[in-house]
Every structure is written in structure tokens, then in C-alpha cells.
């Protein structure tokens, strides 16, 4: 299958401070890439959708200003995560998908963003 | 607004025993369901992928069916192993390209 990865795997981060996660897809072209948030024995939910070489689109009450995507090529996409809070802490993951012909989502390792 | 649901939440076997977990989702205009494996504090395991049209899909000891009129899905695992303990998570995507709607998954222990 193919391969997604995202980098970093982990990452502590002090209140106010700004932490990028990037997802990159390693042997296919991502026309589309999606941000999930999963908080612990929670399910994964959808922040947003990125489509390469234009404005992401955020869920309903997922702040964009917060929460900026970037998809500048077709194999990378980043999160950063701004002035953050504790609140912010949780798990981040990517998917990605070719977006035609193939139809299966392939997801990166996952990031665990804790913030003091 | 499609809602995925899984049961049970967890579930505990001995070694050996074939289970199965059930997935339904609201809306049966599916495109396609997917099954993963998460591990703790992982990243997810793609299973099994069911299109639209399919019943259903094998893999291994792994067999995932799909009714998608009544809007269910069931994963069966055959002679369960320790190494098969982790999360299940059953996802439908409703439209080709968008993005994948997850249940909260089925915690499952297989003990040895």
C-alpha cells in the first residue's frame, strides 16, 4: 500500500508556542490530504480538508486561525498548531489519498501534541 | 449528517475464539467502508476496504461484509491471537474524495 509519513511523531510545546506537523506521502501524488484530531478513547475527528494549491476547508467549529493548513505540493501537507493552548493536547493524524481511481485513505504515524 | 457506531465498545476472548465486531451507519449512500486497527498510541492499520457495490472482502483470518441497505458492516476475525488485541475502527466514506466518517471503535483484548 502506500505510504504516508508524518513527522514529528511526538512533540511537547510550551503555552503560546506555535508547533508544525507535516504529512507527506512518500510514492503517490495527494491531491487531497485530511487533518484528524483524536482525543483520548475518543474517536478520530475530521478538522479539515486540503487540496493542493488551495484554501483548506474547516469543520464546523475548528478555528482556521488556529489551525493553519498548508498543501503546497502534491506530496506534502502541514498543520501548525498556533498560540497553544493545553487544551490543544491531543492526537493528530493525517490522511491522504490519490483522489482518483484509488479510492482507499492511507494515514501517517500520527502526532502526539502535548502542551504545559 | 452520517453517524458511524460501533459495538460492543470492548470486548475480551481467550485465544482461539472467532468474534465479530458490527459497524452501522446512518446514511446508507455510501461510497465505500473501510476497516483499520489502531494500536495505543498509534497511528491506524488499513484492514480491509469494501466498495459501494461489494458484500465483501477477505483477508487472512480477516472477513469484512457489507449490507449497505440496512446500514451494516461486520468484521470477522477467525481464531483470535493475542497479537490481535488493539482498536478496530470501522470508517464510511459517503462521496468519492471526501474525507472518511469514523465510529469510536471496539477496544478488543485476546488473552493468551
Known amino acids: 500500500g502506500a505510504v504516508v509519513s508524518q513527522h514529528p511523531s511526538w512533540v511537547i510545546c510550551k503555552s503560546g508556542t506555535s508547533v508544525k506537523i507535516e504529512c507527506r506521502s512518500l510514492?503517490?501524488?495527494?491531491?487531497?490530504m485530511f487533518w484528524y484530531r483524536q482525543f483520548p478513547k475518543q474517536s478520530l475527528m475530521l478538522m479539515a480538508t486540503?487540496?493542493?494549491?488551495?484554501?483548506?476547508?474547516?469543520e464546523q467549529g475548528v478555528e482556521k486561525d488556529k489551525f493553519l493548513i498548508n498543501h503546497a505540493s502534491l506530496t506534502l501537507s502541514t498543520l501548525t498548531v498556533t498560540s497553544a493552548h493545553p487544551e490543544d493536547s491531543s492526537f493528530y493524524i493525517c490522511?491522504?489519498?490519490?483522489?482518483?481511481?484509488?479510492?482507499?485513505?492511507?494515514f501517517g504515524q500520527g502526532t502526539r501534541l502535548t502542551v504545559v | 449528517k452520517q453517524e458511524v457506531t460501533q459495538i460492543p465498545a470492548a470486548l475480551s476472548v481467550p485465544e482461539g475464539e472467532n468474534l465479530v465486531l458490527n459497524c452501522s451507519f446512518t446514511?446508507?449512500?455510501?461510497?465505500?467502508l473501510q476497516w483499520f486497527r489502531q494500536d495505543p498510541g498509534k497511528g491506524l492499520t488499513s484492514l480491509l476496504l469494501?466498495?459501494?457495490?461489494?458484500r465483501e472482502q477477505t483477508s487472512g483470518r480477516l472477513n469484512a461484509s457489507l449490507d449497505k441497505s440496512s446500514g451494516r458492516s461486520t468484521l470477522y476475525i477467525a481464531a483470535s491471537q493475542p497479537g490481535d488485541s488493539a482498536t478496530y475502527l470501522c470508517?464510511?466514506?459517503?462521496?468519492?474524495?471526501?474525507?472518511?466518517?469514523f465510529g469510536k471503535g471496539t477496544t478488543l483484548s485476546v488473552s493468551s
Open positions: 490522511s491522504a489519498s490519490s483522489g482518483t481511481g484509488n479510492t482507499e485513505a492511507f
Open positions: 510514492d503517490f501524488q495527494a491531491t487531497t
Open positions: 486540503s487540496n493542493e494549491g488551495s484554501k483548506a476547508t474547516y
Open positions: 446514511d446508507s449512500a455510501i461510497y465505500n
Open positions: 469494501i466498495q459501494s457495490s461489494q
Open positions: 470508517a464510511v466514506r459517503n462521496q468519492a474524495g471526501t474525507a472518511l466518517i
